[in-house]
């Protein structure tokens, strides 16, 4: 079949094939490449059976011919612009009519042997279609990358120790009554009195477990310092959250927070033009100070403190009080401690020497087996604290605690 006679077939002119894009001229004439090596295949087998040697020698020509047709076809496609793997089909194909010239001739002279040869149309390489599985290898980094999580400052803040009881005692000295006088001669002296006090805090233990089979801790690397090292953050975490803010109730312990003193305006309240989160802040350091204490600590969510460094007055420029630094992070000589522990809009200022932990335990840890976990081959690690916290309430007013938005309507001037 000639090519004209395809298009035809197919329900094309040539002057449709010529406006024709690359990639449909290529898929055109690869369904004639199809359809050609059919004809060729059925033309040869035909060929080798035929006893009427003018028959044979006319359906010879037509294979010849139609070699000679693929050939001029694949020419064309050349100079089309088509893609390389037509024309390393015709390639393929004149190669084989080349290795084989000399069995076409003795088959037609003398019917003697056979002519056997494979034309393969190569295509493009695609990762797409080409491709099975992961190749090229996949690199891997080495490690694990661990879940995100805020970072425990709470114990490195208070005054820490340890304790060798499951009980925190202290006296304290509570009802002072009289006190000193200027006295003449031969007058009653002035009395004194108070009354004492036994408080306690007791220790509480806090404890997290991940169960792992043997299998896994032998054949994934670094599984069991990465489990030590998960559970030594949940642990962490789980003890800066009830010192700071731990309701006392249960088996918590009893926080910061839960003893701290409410913010109070005083002699402030409704007084401060234009008050903002910095004058907030200075007064709750004032109310501290005006107790007997010295704040060494203010704590804010890095929202608030990002907030705090963004006031703009109605011109638009920066507020910079007097009592703080450039960045914000000072405020009347008290460090701005930032973390996500707090929560965002509130604030606690405070002399945290007055907060004491003690641990009965340090951080350990333990591998052993749990009812079936033998027979399972799993593993069970422990690990657990045990401490106590305490903040005296003779201390209560060291620590003042607040909302930013209650706190500025508080002490803004009318």
């Not at 050349?78 to 024309?87: C, D, I, M, S």
């Not at 004058?279 to 705090?308: C, E, K, R, W």
């Amino acid at each position: 079949m000639k090519f004209k006679e395809f298009l035809t077939k197919k329900g094309f002119t040539e002057e449709q094939y010529d406006a024709m894009e690359v990639k449909e001229v290529g898929k055109l004439h690869r369904e004639y490449q199809e359809e050609i090596g059919a004809e060729l295949k059925k033309a040869f087998e035909t060929f080798k059976t035929d006893n009427d040697t003018k028959e044979m020698t006319i359906k010879f020509d037509a294979f010849s011919k139609a070699l000679l047709e693929q050939g001029e076809v694949l020419s064309k496609l050349e100079t089309k612009g088509l893609e390389p793997r037509n024309v390393s089909f015709k390639e393929e194909l004149h190669k084989s009519i080349k290795s084989n010239k000399q069995a076409f001739k003795d088959l037609k002279n003398n019917r003697h042997g056979s002519v056997r040869f494979e034309v393969k149309a190569a295509g493009n390489m695609l990762v797409s279609t080409n491709v099975t599985g992961q190749i090229p290898q996949a690199e891997r980094e080495s490690g694990i990358t661990r879940v995100v999580r805020r970072q425990p400052f709470i114990v490195d803040l208070v005054n820490t120790g340890t304790i060798n009881s499951t009980t925190w005692e202290w006296v304290e000295q509570k009802n002072p009554d009289g006190g000193a006088a200027m006295t003449a001669e031969g007058a009653a002296k002035s009395q004194a009195d108070f009354d004492l006090v036994l408080a306690s805090a007791s220790v509480r233990k806090v404890t997290a477990y991940i169960k792992a089979s043997k299998e896994m801790l032998d054949d994934v690397d670094l599984m069991e310092a990465e489990i030590n090292q998960e559970l030594t953050e949940l642990i962490n975490l789980k003890i800066d959250e009830q010192v700071l803010s731990g309701d006392g109730l249960s088996q918590n312990l009893t926080g910061i927070l839960e003893n701290a003193t409410a913010f109070a305006a005083g002699s402030f309240a409704l007084a401060v033009p234009e008050a903002n989160k910095k004058d907030v802040l200075a007064v709750a350091i004032n109310q501290i100070m005006v107790a007997q204490f010295q704040p060494n600590y203010i704590l804010m969510h890095p929202s608030d403190v990002t907030g705090m460094g963004l006031e703009k007055a109605s011109d638009g420029h920066y507020i910079l009080a007097p009592f703080t630094t450039v960045d914000g992070t000072i405020i009347k000589g008290i460090p701005v401690v930032q973390n996500t522990g707090v929560t965002e809009g509130d604030y606690l200022v405070g002399d945290f020497t007055k907060s004491g932990v003690r641990f009965k335990e340090a951080l350990t840890f333990d591998m052993g087996y749990e009812n079936d976990d033998f027979t399972k081959n799993f593993v069970t690690i422990l690990a657990e604290s045990r401490l106590v916290h305490r903040v005296k309430s003779n201390h209560y007013p060291a620590f003042v605690t607040g909302t930013f938005a209650t706190d500025i309507a508080a002490i803004l001037k009318p």
